[in-house]
């Protein structure tokens, strides 16, 4: 995985390139792509949106601890 600051570095170059990075050639990528095209301050606040949500994500599922219905470790 990439780290946070260079992927923003990344972000901050190539928008659509920090977006493939973090999600993939997805919806998020393309409507960045366009979002970049038609001017490049739309691109780069779309891209820092996505970068700020998928971290609050990460963060929200390390505090819940592993999703219900997954098995216990056994007890050794």
């Known amino acids: 995985?990439?780290?946070t600051c260079c992927l923003i570095f990344i972000i901050i170059l190539l928008p659509p390139l920090g977006v493939f990075l973090m999600k993939g050639?997805?919806?998020d990528f393309w409507i960045?792509?366009?979002l970049t095209?038609?001017?490049?301050?739309?691109g780069h606040l779309h891209a820092?949106?996505?970068?700020?949500?998928d971290r609050e994500q990460?963060?929200?599922a390390s505090e819940q601890g592993?999703?219900?219905?997954?098995?216990?470790?056994?007890?050794?």
């Not at 820092?48 to 949500?53: A, E, I, T």
């Not at 592993?66 to 050794?76: M, S």
């Open 37 to 42: 095209i038609l001017g490049y301050l739309p």
């Open 58 to 60: 990460n963060q929200l």
């Open 48 to 53: 820092f949106y996505l970068l700020v949500k």
């Open 32 to 34: 960045n792509l366009c």
């Open 1 to 3: 995985m990439i780290g």
């Open 66 to 76: 592993p999703a219900y219905g997954t098995k216990p470790p056994p007890p050794y």
């Open 25 to 27: 050639c997805g919806a």
